[in-house]
């Protein structure tokens, strides 16, 4: 869904004005800020005007106002979260940046996200897993939403149970799996991820040892692979926090566009 902001609204606890710019942010409390100072940001139907102290809006060129989803306005990225009494819907800040009226702004499905981390010790209770928790600090930079999360130990009959299930079920439209890519006799994730996927996708893979080998010259003893099955994108990532980090950074790009066309939330490839 793509509007237009008509108009920027600001009331700073005395009275309500117009802005024709502004700059949204992140306070060090992880609160949204508007042009530097704390504001709750709200989502406004075409007409509205109406905004609580110390608060901030956007009024859209469409209506009814969208109570779910990523709003992305060029780069700036707010989550959106239910419509309140008046019919205005809350942000909350992913990335920020500048926006001005008029802009373009585009409504984002949200896409659900299951995380595995395959580890013998981090299933036993005797590592904290870090790369999990990392991957879901990254989701919302392509819209994404953090709808299942599992430990499980590198057993390819376990990997694949799980995987089967969240895919099956419905569950999510992409999981990423981080640990057991490597050489060691108990990495076993790509072929798990082989066993349950019904479509390779090999791009994928390629392009995470590619931005890899920029990084480190053992990127090559990767065995990052990627997956579909049914309508979920299954990706297998390193097990190290900045090693899954730095591959999912590199396809993040490209992976709304292509779940949307494997979901039928878009049209197809080629036409641009």
Do not use: Y
């Not at 994730?189 to 053992?218: D, F, H, N, Q, Y």
């Amino acid at each position: 869904m793509t509007m237009r902001i008509l108009e920027i609204l600001e009331h700073d606890g005395q009275s309500l004005r117009s802005h024709r710019l502004c700059l949204l942010g992140i306070t060090g409390a992880g609160e949204p800020s508007f042009n530097g100072e704390r504001r709750a940001l709200r989502l406004l139907a075409p007409g509205a005007r109406a905004l609580e102290e110390k608060s901030a809006g956007f009024v859209l060129s469409e209506s009814p106002v969208p109570t779910e989803g990523t709003l992305s306005v060029d780069d700036v990225l707010c989550g959106i979260g239910e419509a309140d009494q008046h019919g205005t819907s809350a942000l909350s800040m992913i990335r920020g940046g500048f926006v001005s009226v008029s802009r373009r702004c585009a409504v984002l499905r949200p896409i659900r996200v299951g995380i595995l981390t395959v580890s013998d010790k981090g299933s036993r209770g005797e590592r904290d897993d870090r790369s999990g928790p990392a991957l879901a600090r990254e989701v919302p930079l392509f819209g994404g939403t953090v709808t299942e999360r599992a430990t499980v130990p590198d057993d390819e009959e376990a990997i694949a149970r799980i995987l089967e299930r969240w895919c099956d079920e419905g569950r999510a439209e992409l999981i990423l799996t981080t640990g057991g890519t490597g050489f060691s006799p108990r990495d076993v994730t790509p072929e798990a991820l082989e066993r349950v996927g019904e479509r390779k996708v090999p791009g994928i893979g390629e392009a995470m040892r590619r931005a890899s080998a920029a990084i480190t010259p053992r990127a090559a003893l990767s065995r990052s692979n990627a997956v579909i099955r049914g309508k979920t994108l299954i990706i297998a990532l390193p097990g190290s926090e900045k090693g899954a980090v730095e591959c999912l950074t590199a396809v993040a790009p490209s992976l709304r566009h292509g779940i949307e066309i494997l979901c039928g939330w878009d049209g197809e490839c080629g036409n641009g």
